[in-house]
């Protein structure tokens, strides 16, 4: 078996929704064309062995599932980039025409299974895409239950408790708002340490007694995202020094703050990077009403101006933050900005924030007419599904942060399903 850690680049397809901004999505073609083998006697003496141990190479196979391409590409997203995956485009093909061996495609019931089943086996908390999406599933469980607090109460007057909306609600929102700029400012760190150098994260092999097929398969060692750094959670990916000398200066370090000269003629142009800006800002801002929203301070709120001024207000720029930031994130993952992608988790992570967003927008709105009982109920309502809502998006994140090598089907050079599941993998 010789094994190759490379891939030759030929053109590749670029577009992105804003012809404006930078392009968020790059596919290329795999094309390698392996070394020439000199055959000699001792290579014609194993023919016959190589003949009958190829029926234990196929039952190897299958027990890895894998499955018979006739091409590969590489689908580099840049949203895949700063969460640390490794996208694949495959096209399946009979044993005829096929080039190489590759993972099953993520689209299946079975992995998908799998891949839940990894949320709770695999913890690692040294990957920042890994700890946004925990933090945010934390945050939303929390507004969650505060929501349940401020709402449950008006729907059954008989299920309240003393100071369960003032007190319970209160303090839960100030943790509540408080995880999610947590959350946000590690959205933010990741943002601004995406890799600038080009990882394949992938590695090919010539497997000598499949007739020379080419088995593709992840390549952890190889990678240079900061995502597999176990030792501290910020800092160089494990190969990142090594290639140092294909990259900017700064490779490998950690960058806390972009240079203006970096804002102006690189991330300005990046839609998820200012999307996660988006999230940073409305954070920033809602944090204030949870602030304000603590039992000590909000009882001393007793003007109708000072509660619209820095209680209700915070929360309508804070949610339309949130709304902005969820719609580009939506975009970003889309071919077109009116085109729709729902084969792509972000594109799911990104429409879920935006209906919370909604929802915490309009219990703002709603609270400058807190004197209409009606008002009330609505804006309590709007934090309940608000916050379900926050919920599933990062959960799907949280499940999207595990897969760094999704592989998709493609159809007709055009449309996969790469994101929907995750592969079989469990280990570190």
């Excluded at 599933?392 to 949280?398: E, F, K, L, N, T």
Aim: proline share 5%; net charge neutral.
């Amino acid at each position: 078996m010789a094994q190759h850690n490379h891939e030759k680049k030929e053109a590749a397809l670029a577009y992105g929704p804003f012809g404006f901004l930078n392009p968020t999505v790059r596919r290329y073609p795999i094309s390698w064309v392996p070394p020439p083998h000199k055959k000699n006697e001792s290579e014609e003496g194993l023919k016959d062995e190589e003949t009958e141990g190829r029926g234990k190479k196929q039952k190897d196979i299958n027990n890895r599932g894998e499955i018979r391409a006739e091409d590969v590409q590489r689908e580099y997203r840049t949203r895949d980039n700063r969460k640390g995956r490794h996208a694949l485009l495959i096209s399946p093909s009979l044993a005829a025409s096929a080039r190489y061996l590759t993972p099953p495609p993520t689209s299946s019931l079975a992995q998908t299974f799998y891949g839940i089943l990894r949320m709770f086996t695999w913890f690692p908390i040294w990957d920042v895409s890994y700890l946004v999406a925990v933090v945010f599933t934390i945050g939303s469980v929390c507004w969650c239950v505060n929501a349940f607090f401020v709402w449950l109460p008006l729907q059954d007057p008989r299920s309240e408790f003393k100071g369960e909306i003032v007190s319970a609600g209160g303090i839960s929102a100030f943790v509540g708002a408080t995880i999610f700029e947590i959350g946000s400012v590690l959205l933010m760190i990741e943002a601004v340490n995406e890799n600038e150098v080009d990882c394949f994260g992938w590695a090919l092999e010539e497997i000598l007694e499949e007739n020379g097929l080419i088995r593709v398969r992840p390549d952890k060692q190889g990678c240079t995202h900061h995502h597999l750094n176990h030792k501290n959670l910020v800092g160089k990916g494990k190969v990142s020094a090594e290639k140092s000398n294909l990259s900017s200066s700064r490779s490998g370090q950690w960058n806390w703050i972009p240079s203006w000269q970096e804002l102006r003629t690189r991330y300005f142009k990046e839609i998820g990077f200012l999307a996660c800006l988006s999230q940073m800002i409305g954070a920033t801002v809602f944090w204030i009403s949870g602030f304000t929203a603590l039992p000590p301070i909000y009882d001393r709120l007793t003007s109708r101006a000072a509660q619209n001024g820095v209680y209700w207000l915070p929360q309508v720029i804070g949610g339309t933050g949130f709304i902005i930031s969820g719609t580009l994130f939506m975009i970003e993952t889309q071919k077109r900005w009116y085109l729709p992608a729902p084969k792509v988790l972000g594109w799911h992570i990104g429409a879920w924030n935006l209906i919370g967003g909604i929802g915490f927008t309009l219990c703002g709105a709603l609270g400058f007419a807190s004197a209409n009982s009606g008002c009330v109920y609505q804006g309590s309502l709007a934090t309940f599904w608000g916050s379900w809502c926050f919920l599933i998006g990062s959960i799907i994140q949280w499940f999207e942060s595990l897969d760094k090598h999704p592989v998709g089907i493609s159809i007709d050079g055009s449309e996969s399903s790469v994101d929907n599941n995750t592969l079989p993998d469990l280990s570190p």
